[in-house]
């Protein structure tokens, strides 16, 4: 009898637990801030159908500000989808392409390879972290490429939010109910301006990092590129169009050693390609460093036959659902940017 009343007591022990961890999980989803634009999209992500997209596009604001999938999408037939985020270091990154390969199996990576000069630690980490999804990956990404005093409230991301109580609204509590819904953004953010002054300088030379932050970021980057070869997806680094650039010669040394690192890995040096592709830096940059809405479109177009017509990639079939879908994501797209 006694047993058996001790292995009530740890039956029930067990399910309070659970139901607590169950309960504190949904208060956390709701209080959470939703995330649709400027990366770390992982609810819009999640809920596009397994192993339907062709390429994933990684980085920072320099890949969701530049690569409009949708676009991509209307001149390739190409499927795909932006999981960045701002100012994400390459570690970062790599525990989303582990993630993101749970639940697709992309023929290409596009990286965009400014994130070789960030430091290991930047500015938006609590927000880039705290949107995966709860797993080994998330755990993954606290552990190894977050600081030290975060660790415990992304671990526990309800005390970083709790006070988000005050601004709730039903909003907030459908988002941890209703089932989880793409949009036609597909982790693009769009900025439609052109700030004073931008496109008439070209500011080279500026980015600069630590040897010991570069030689990290590679060491990094050498575990992504494997993990493409992996998974069976073509790696593909670019330095997008820019007026504010690193030097010749230090794209010249990122590039020997992307390559060192993999020498099938394809590697694109397009920051001064604005005439090739029909962008008018004083019209379709939004700063030095972003392209705007317009740029964004004339860039996407000419990506997605440049990956098609160059590097080979072929859409893959989809459904029948999911091709209406994506049809009617270029459809909005295409009277957006005319607009």
């Not at 109910?177 to 953004?185: A, H, N, R, T, W």
């Not at 330095?239 to 050693?257: G, M, V």
Request: proline fraction near 4%; charge should be negative.
């Amino acid at each position: 009898m006694k047993r058996l009343n001790e292995g009530k007591e740890c039956f029930f022990a067990l399910l309070f637990l659970l139901l607590t961890a169950v309960m504190v999980n949904f208060i956390s989803d709701v209080l959470r801030p939703s995330q649709t634009l400027y990366g770390a999209t992982w609810s819009a992500f999640r809920a596009e159908p397994e192993d339907s997209l062709d390429v994933i596009y990684l980085g920072s604001s320099f890949a969701y500000c530049d690569f409009n999938p949708s676009v991509v999408y209307d001149a390739s037939g190409l499927t795909g989808y932006v999981m960045a985020g701002s100012e994400q270091p390459l570690s970062i990154t790599y525990w989303y392409l582990k993630e993101i390969f749970q639940t697709q199996s992309p023929s290409a990576v596009v990286l965009e390879g400014t994130s070789l000069y960030f430091k290991q630690y930047q500015n938006y980490t609590q927000q880039n972290v705290s949107q995966m999804p709860f797993s080994v990956n998330k755990l993954g990404a606290i552990f190894t490429a977050s600081e030290e005093n975060l660790r415990t409230g992304l671990l526990f991301d309800l005390s970083l939010y709790h006070s988000r109580w005050k601004e709730m609204g039903k909003s907030d509590l459908k988002k941890a109910v209703v089932p989880l819904q793409g949009d036609y953004y597909k982790g693009f953010t769009p900025v439609d301006q052109v700030m004073d002054g931008v496109g008439e300088t070209v500011v080279e030379g500026n980015r600069t990092v630590s040897e010991e932050d570069y030689a990290a970021n590679l060491e990094w980057l050498g575990k992504i590129l494997a993990l493409c070869r992996e998974h069976g997806a073509q790696p593909i680094i670019t330095f997008n169009p820019s007026y504010t650039r690193c030097t010749q010669e230090q794209y010249a040394r990122n590039t020997a050693d992307i390559l060192a690192l993999d020498g099938e890995t394809l590697v694109y040096n397009w920051s001064d390609s604005f005439e090739e592709m029909g962008l008018i830096p004083t019209e379709h940059l939004y700063d030095g460093g972003h392209l705007n809405q317009d740029g964004a479109a004339i860039f996407s177009a000419w990506l997605g036959r440049f990956l098609t017509d160059e590097v080979g990639l072929v859409p893959r079939t989809q459904t029948t659902e999911n091709t209406a879908a994506w049809q009617e994501s270029a459809a909005w797209w295409r009277e957006k940017n005319q607009s």
